[in-house]
């Protein structure tokens, strides 16, 4: 079992700095009022009328979606300031489709500083990389992210990322595979935790910064979370933090809890697997694990049950756990039974035939063309 130990000595970079900044209180805030909106019996008052005027003529709203993201907005103010910041957005790159999905989903962005507040923040994030596309979905994921400090949350998130990742295209991935990123800043606060978790586990730093690249998503989860899945796969399964296979058995298992594993577990078990075999398929296909229990079943029931297999020969053929049942490895073993039926191909074995690429399979069922003509078709058929 893995145990937690103090290890500053080994810091993969000092984040004292960062954090300074991460929880500081937002710099930014948008122009409208933080007041209550008015109720939905009341009518509209005049800015808000205006509000919704502008968002027909100017962004070719319907008046059903114009009035529903009016109500978005507490207090609108006068709309020559959204005639600033549509003019940002296009300078900045923006299409006027663009424009109109942004506010339809964010439409108090029309009410921000265009020069002050808008246009800095977009440069930021458009020079380290993203699209305007990648910037929007951004955006709709962290609906607050203008209104977050320029400089006290957004540049040192970005280059603590830098820092960690080794280049902008590593962190413009890591940002979009986690999106939320900049959600809170307690989701800040548990990814930089976890990266301290790790540095404490011993890994080096090329291989944190690979694996949180892969694994961004799962970073804003608790220090906790993220304990449990590492002891469990050193712990329970035997496979060493310095084996190669040992974070990609944790992206394998990483969307499921401790308990459902267990489970899964228990169903090999079933099937006559042992702890050994167990810890040894795990090793050399992680995504055993990452099936649902009646893909398991169903999978095994096959194998072990029609055709035969032991647990000890399974665990040599780690590939038959990766492959669709239905697409795959069940109408390649009907050809492969035809091919023997007819003395054809006998020196062939199921786990051959199901890993050839489809190209390769489809050449060698064209090799028996005039043994048996049907043969191509009635494969290429069943599995459309």
Not at 82 to 89: A, F, G, P, R, Y
Not at 202 to 221: D, L, M, P
Not at 342 to 360: C, D, F, G, H
């Amino acid at each position: 079992m893995i145990n937690l130990r103090s290890h500053g000595g080994r810091a993969l970079f000092s984040i004292h700095h960062f954090k300074s900044h991460l929880f500081s209180s937002l710099s930014s805030s948008p122009l409208s009022s933080s007041s209550k909106p008015p109720s939905l019996d009341q009518p509209p008052s005049p800015k808000t009328t205006d509000f919704i005027n502008y968002l027909i003529k100017t962004l070719g709203f319907s008046k059903e979606s114009a009035i529903s993201s009016s109500s978005k907005v507490r207090r609108p103010t006068a709309t020559r300031n959204c005639d600033s910041v549509i003019h940002t957005l296009r300078n900045c790159g923006f299409n006027d489709d663009q424009i109109k999905d942004l506010v339809l989903w964010i439409p108090k962005v029309l009410f921000y500083r265009a020069n002050e507040t808008l246009e800095p923040k977009i440069r930021v994030f458009l020079e380290l990389g993203l699209s305007v596309a990648d910037l929007i979905s951004l955006l709709k994921r962290n609906p607050n992210l203008f209104e977050l400090g320029l400089h006290s949350r957004i540049i040192p998130t970005i280059d603590y990322l830098k820092t960690l990742l080794g280049s902008n295209e590593r962190v413009v991935e890591t940002i979009n595979r986690s999106r939320w990123l900049f959600s809170t800043s307690i989701a800040l606060k548990m990814f930089t935790a976890n990266v301290v978790l790790l540095q404490s586990y011993g890994f080096s730093n090329e291989k944190i910064g690979k694996f949180v690249h892969k694994n961004a998503r799962h970073f804003t989860q608790a220090p906790e979370w993220l304990t449990s899945k590492l002891n469990w796969i050193e712990g329970k399964q035997g496979i060493s933090r310095d084996s190669n296979e040992f974070f990609r058995c944790f992206h394998a298992i990483a969307s499921s809890s401790i308990s459902a594993m267990d489970k899964k577990m228990e169903v090999y078990k079933s099937f006559g697997f042992s702890d050994n075999e167990l810890s040894l398929l795990f090793k050399n296909q992680p995504y055993c694990l990452a099936l649902s229990e009646d893909t398991i079943r169903d999978k095994l029931s096959f194998y072990m049950e029609e055709l035969g297999y032991t647990s000890s020969y399974l665990v040599t053929c780690p590939s038959l756990f990766s492959l669709s049942l239905e697409k795959r490895v069940k109408p390649r073993n009907e050809v492969l039974k035809i091919l023997k039926e007819r003395m054809l191909a006998e020196s062939k074995s199921l786990i051959t035939l199901v890993n050839y690429p489809e190209l390769r399979f489809l050449d060698f069922l064209r090799s028996f063309e005039d043994e048996v003509p049907s043969l191509y078709e009635t494969y290429v058929n069943s599995i459309r």
